[in-house]
């Protein structure tokens, strides 16, 4: 099932976002540049990370994530699912928590807002302006 594929394998839509975003001028890293940077992981791993600015952003599969426009988890997913994107959410909500004390602006994106050019450029618009904020 595509939705299955491996949490954090990229997809093309999204490369397409990341590379929207580094066109307009934009400079990020992925977790695994930060890695070879800085030497240890970035915590929860984040798509993009604007170190500078200290933004992260993270493109959240809809069904890993539990997206409540594309899933209806309950009815959807047996158990074992439903327990496991249970564990994604909490983990997701404690990973922002963390960072934003630590001072970084966390944005949050769902896979399915990156389908189609609209989405994306709409994404972009909003996350350049917090971007261009900082
Ligand atoms: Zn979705």
């Not at 992260?56 to 493109?59: A, K, M, P, S």
């Not at 399915?112 to 050019?117: F, K, T, V």
């Given at each position: 099932m595509k939705a299955m594929r491996s949490n954090r394998g990229r997809t093309r839509?999204?490369?397409?976002?990341?590379?929207?975003?580094?066109?307009?001028?934009?400079?990020?890293?992925?977790p695994d540049g930060y890695r070879s940077v800085h030497g240890e992981r970035f915590l929860g791993q984040p798509d993009l990370i604007f170190t500078r600015k200290r933004v992260?952003?993270?493109?959240d599969g809809c069904f890993w994530?539990?997206?409540?426009?594309?899933?209806?988890v309950e009815a959807d997913c047996n158990e074992f699912w439903q327990?496991?994107?249970?564990?994604?959410?909490?983990?997701?909500?404690?990973?922002t928590k963390q960072l934003e004390r630590e001072d970084w602006t966390v944005i949050r994106v769902w896979e399915?807002?990156?389908?189609?050019?609209r989405g994306r450029e709409r994404v972009v618009r909003?996350?350049?302006?917090?971007l261009s904020k900082k």
């Open positions: 839509p999204e490369r397409m976002f990341a590379s929207l975003l580094w066109r307009l001028g934009f400079r990020y890293v992925t992260v952003i993270f493109v994530h539990g997206c409540p426009r594309c899933h209806n327990h496991k994107i249970e564990g994604n959410r909490i983990r997701d909500r404690r990973v399915h807002d990156l389908r189609s050019s909003r996350v350049g302006k917090r």
